[in-house]
């Protein structure tokens, strides 16, 4: 059973930055082919792709809202992804969820579906 726990969330002021971590357990990445991403959903409305990575980070897809303010990366030794948020703004605030694809998910197809998702961290940025 694979299982993903988001850290990392917080307060922060507008301009700052935050980094969220999501460990996976159940899987050990080295040797599972998994795309990851990250997805948020802030409050009334709908969940929105973030960011993706493919299984050794080669490939990448972000957002149009968050493109040249996140980075997302992994540590498959460490069975980690992250996502650096910097330049954070108020429209960023929202409950941010790690989700990784099934062994036979694209990281494409893993953006329309992800196969398991994280309980989700909050992060809110203040103006």
């Known amino acids: 059973q694979v299982q993903l726990e988001e850290s990392g969330g917080g307060l922060v002021q507008a301009g700052g930055s935050l980094r969220l971590s999501c460990v996976v357990s159940?899987?050990?990445?080295?040797?599972?082919?998994?795309?990851m991403g990250w997805f948020r959903q802030a409050p009334g409305k709908e969940r929105e792709f973030v960011a993706g990575?493919?299984?050794?980070?080669?490939?990448?897809d972000y957002g149009d809202s968050v493109k040249g303010r996140f980075t997302i990366s992994r540590d498959n030794a460490k069975n980690t992804m992250f996502l650096q948020m910097n330049n954070l703004k108020p429209e960023d605030t929202a409950v941010y969820y790690c989700?990784?694809?099934?062994?036979?998910?694209?990281?494409?197809?893993?953006?329309?579906?992800?196969?398991?998702w994280g309980q989700g961290t909050q992060v809110t940025v203040s103006s």
């Open positions: 989700a990784a694809g099934s062994t036979s998910d694209t990281l494409q197809s893993m953006r329309i579906m992800p196969r398991y």
């Open positions: 159940g899987r050990t990445l080295t040797s599972t082919i998994m795309a």
């Open positions: 990575i493919s299984w050794k980070g080669g490939s990448t």
